[in-house]
């Protein structure tokens, strides 16, 4: 019986634990979150605290990614969006790092199980409806009211927003979790393919499977920022409320 493509995305318990009746115990997607938290945490205080004139290679490293996290905040919200800068650069650390560890073969892409991607969504949507009330109180609901939008629109318009809104958080889960899952999977096939194609014909599948590999690097890069980008942009529209000024202006 042939192994499934899907195979690799199977989670087994290593060491079951249940709390109160609440099952949480440690599969390979728990370990590997814990290597991400604990690399990303190593990069960011190593090359934070070892400032010199002549910065190290982790150094800049972390400088450089400290960098590009303010540009995408200040381009998409502006420097009132600092205050977000350490939840935003999470998400995109976290992200980036579960991306790229799992090219590595034999580990485990985290952000392929639509569990993680939905807990992320919707946590930033949740926050940015909380921030919207919070700072415009009932004024907020004016998101579901286009500017320019005439009277006799409202029925129609209101719905439409009121499912374009509820969608956000879906087709953020959704996209980096399908992204993930179909590289990994294509990855997976073509690994198969050039194992049983032998040394004749095996050798193409290998050389689209290195090939698939360079372009995954890319993608992981590619799905960490478009989350944080669009993180970036729903907590700015609930500061703004879509270009309906300012909080402070009112």
Known sequence: MEESPLHPFELHEL????????????????ILMWIVVGLAAMLLVIGGSARKLVPTKLQSLAELLVDFIRGIILDTMGQDGMKFFPLIATLFVFILFSNL???????????????????????????????????????FLGILVPPGTPGWLLPLMIPIELVSQLARPVSLAVRLFANMTAGHTILGVLFGLAIGGGLLIGWLPFAFTIAMNGLEVGIAFIQAYIFTVLSCVYLGDAVTLHGHGDAHAH
Not at 115 to 135: D, E, H, K, N, P
């Open 15 to 30: 060491i079951p634990i249940s709390l109160f009746g609440l099952d949480i115990s440690i599969n390979k997607a728990v």
């Open 101 to 139: 560890l799992g090219l590595i073969p034999g580990s485990y892409t985290v952000t392929s199980q639509i569990i993680v991607t939905a807990v992320f969504a919707v946590s930033v949507y949740a926050l940015s409806v909380a921030l919207g009330f919070m700072l415009h109180g009932i004024k």
